[in-house]
């Protein structure tokens, strides 16, 4: 699923109009905190010899790969920390057990992994040892590993024990990776224009690839209200209708949604295409007109801004150039870059030009989780084996991961409130194994 998704600084995930839960304001957790003491920065950061790689003297950036084995298995240095335990496999934080989940998504990566598409992705690797065979072999022998184990504990002794590490580099070269979260929203639609349903998705037009460049900008393409595309080449394209002015742009951000009508039934919708320009996110718009502050921001803030002020949505979504088609899927569950169905709370979305697509992750970082007593949000340190399924529009470097939330209001508000550092490693068989 390619999509367009926030970073730090330029916040726009998409987020329900109404939402179901009550929010608190996010708390953001310094790297120190990831881990006890023995665990901090110092030990679980990348070895000094591979943050100070010479610098190639006819290119200025740097020699180091994106990602580097580390000697020694993080898992001795958290003994006492049950948060680098992935207790969610047997049920954590009021969530059901997921281990079924884990294998399907590891089965998923396998079958894709077994095609013609990841045999090419893999001939431009960047990380020397890192091959489609051994990923292949890697994620037999994980499924094995999980089936075999009774506890978080055994599995993570296993691991330790046959596989090897390689971090990301992150964005600071010391392994530093901000986590934000995406979602497949559910919105009403219709399949045809009405007085209430009037805003439209397009499919992907037949002649995109002849069309001159530059594309047309959003603005020329749907006008600043969003209804005047039936005026121009968009005209006879449109594919569903959505009541509300946000809920279409919203839906090109995350790059899928389920749709239900009228009459109860549904159907999915998923990317298509492009047009060739980069996104401008309304989040930080705002802050550069100094409507919202952009420390702080969420999509929560963005969208009282836009209930109180909903006149101005034809001001800022304009200034997002960028304009996603769609098909529609017909029910089918939102499916990542490399065309499998992404699984909630394992699939994670990476730059596909520095990452091993398909591959078996393990990710540390703080999440939000709804504290049903309170019905407010919390964040809690966690740590899940994940697989790298997707990629983003926004998604670029070492430093970034996109971390698949699920389908609906409530993966929706943790998506909106995820804004976190932590760590990301990828896991491969020991040569020798």
């Not at 022998?141 to 599995?155: D, P």
Request: hydrophobic share 35%; aromatic share 10%.
């Amino acid at each position: 699923m390619f999509r367009k998704t926030k970073a730090l600084a330029v916040i726009a995930i998409g987020f329900p109009v109404t939402p179901l839960i009550a929010l608190i304001p996010v708390q953001q957790v310094a790297q120190n905190q990831l881990s006890p003491p023995e665990c901090r920065v110092a030990k679980w950061e990348l070895p000094a010899t591979a943050q100070n790689q010479p610098q190639n003297i006819t290119n200025p950036k740097p020699v180091t790969p994106p990602l580097v084995p580390i000697q020694k298995s993080p898992f001795p240095c958290c003994k006492d920390d049950i948060s680098c335990l992935d207790k969610q496999l047997w049920g954590e934080n009021s969530q059901l057990p997921d281990k079924k989940a884990l294998i399907t998504s590891v089965d998923r990566s396998l079958q894709y992994l077994s095609s013609s598409n990841a045999a090419v992705a893999y001939q431009g690797a960047r990380v020397e040892g890192i091959t489609r065979e051994r990923v292949i072999k890697s994620l037999r022998r994980f499924r094995e590993l999980l089936l075999q184990s009774k506890s978080a504990t055994e599995l993570n002794a296993a691991i330790a024990k046959e596989f090897v590490f390689y971090q990301s580099v992150g964005s600071d070269g010391k392994g530093s990776v901000l986590f934000t979260a995406y979602y497949e929203p559910v919105y009403a639609a219709s399949r045809v224009p009405t007085a209430e349903y009037r805003y439209p998705v397009y499919r992907l037009p037949q002649d995109l690839q002849s069309w001159s460049r530059p594309h047309p900008t959003r603005l020329e393409l749907e006008g600043a209200d969003g209804l005047q595309a039936s005026k121009g080449r968009l005209q006879g394209l449109e594919l569903f209708w959505f009541r509300d002015r946000l809920e279409p742009y919203l839906a090109q951000i995350q790059g899928s949604a389920r749709l239900q009508f009228p009459d109860r039934k549904q159907t999915t919708i998923g990317y298509a295409g492009n047009t060739a320009y980069n996104y401008k996110s309304i989040g930080k718009s705002l802050a550069e007109d100094g409507k919202l502050q952009l420390e702080g921001m969420t999509m929560p803030t963005i969208l009282d801004y836009f209930q109180k002020y909903p006149q101005e949505l034809n001001i800022y979504i304009p200034r997002d150039r960028s304009f996603v088609f769609f098909q529609e899927n017909y029910g089918a569950p939102a499916r990542g870059s490399i065309g499998v169905a992404l699984t909630a709370e394992r699939s994670i979305a990476t730059d596909k030009s520095l990452m091993p697509p398909g591959a078996l992750a393990f990710i540390r970082a703080p999440f939000p989780f709804v504290n049903k007593a309170s019905g407010k949000m919390e964040h809690r340190i966690v740590s899940r084996y994940v697989l790298d399924q997707d990629t983003g529009g926004a998604i670029k470097g070492a430093g970034r991961v996109d971390y698949f939330l699920g389908t609906g209001s409530v993966a929706g508000d943790r998506a909106g409130v995820t804004v976190s550092p932590g760590q990301l490693y990828y896991l491969l068989l020991k040569p020798t194994i």
